[in-house]
């Protein structure tokens, strides 16, 4: 079984450049996670979905961060305009509902400069 | 945004070692989860515990949900060359709020 497809796997941009991730999670996978994992840190969550709703938000910074996940299946992350303090790993990670267990994908690094 | 504290930061050690570490925290969790991260990859986990004094055997890891719900431990036995990596512990409150909180992470290294 495909696990959770990330893509780019890598993104280097300039600053104030728009940039947006891709997910693809594990079939039949209804909740779907976006977390941002700064160096030497452990992930922090910035999205949830259940299915195409997003229930917590909360940590998405929105003036700049924007997420979609229009058919409860992939989900893309979109910053516009980038900062050089975004210069992280985007993790998405999917589980068959909020209380099970969460499968990771590799990330994707991204640069800003 | 809050990071639990996982101790200690990195280990050196010997393959064939035994290798301990902790995570603190300031809150209750109902569930504790313990993961390792390869370089290049997304975090995996290694072993759950959703019990206060629950101790978790998966081969040579062992881990224990703290009595106090505010603390968690993990223990690698006869440590081997593919244990190299970052370890992370894991909270959830199951409060209405199914959010983990991850700790900051312990490097283990092995010196060959």
């Known amino acids: 079984e495909a696990g959770v497809v990330q893509s780019p796997r890598y993104k280097i941009i300039e600053k104030k450049q728009p940039v947006a991730f891709w997910c693809n999670p594990i079939?039949?996978?209804?909740?779907l996670y976006w977390y941002l994992q700064n160096l030497g840190q452990g992930p922090e969550l910035l999205i949830r979905y259940e299915n195409e709703e997003a229930v917590d938000d909360s940590q998405l910074p929105k003036d700049r961060f924007s997420a979609e996940r229009l058919k409860g299946v992939d989900s893309t992350l979109k910053i516009q305009p980038a900062e050089l303090g975004d210069s992280a790993v985007y993790l998405c990670?999917?589980?068959?509902?909020?209380?099970?267990?969460?499968?990771f994908g590799p990330g994707t690094r991204l640069l800003v400069l | 945004g809050q990071q639990l504290n996982q101790s200690p930061q990195s280990m050196f050690i010997q393959e064939g070692e035994d290798v301990s570490m902790n995570c603190t925290s300031s809150?209750?969790?109902?569930?504790w989860l313990w993961y390792k991260q390869d370089p290049g990859e997304g975090p995996v986990l290694l072993i759950a515990?959703?019990?206060?004094?629950e101790l978790t055997s998966n081969g040579r890891l062992t881990a224990q949900f703290g009595i106090t719900r505010k603390d968690s431990f993990l223990n690698i036995s006869a440590s081997i060359p593919s244990d190299v990596g970052i370890y992370f512990c894991?909270?959830?409150?199951?409060?209405?709020?199914?959010?983990?909180?991850f700790g900051t992470g312990t490097r283990l290294t092995i010196i060959p």
């Open positions: 515990l959703y019990k206060a004094g």
């Open positions: 079939s039949g996978h209804n909740t």
């Open positions: 894991a909270g959830r409150s199951n409060f209405g709020n199914e959010k983990l909180t």
């Open positions: 990670a999917s589980s068959l509902s909020a209380r099970e267990t969460q499968y």
């Open positions: 809150s209750i969790f109902n569930t």
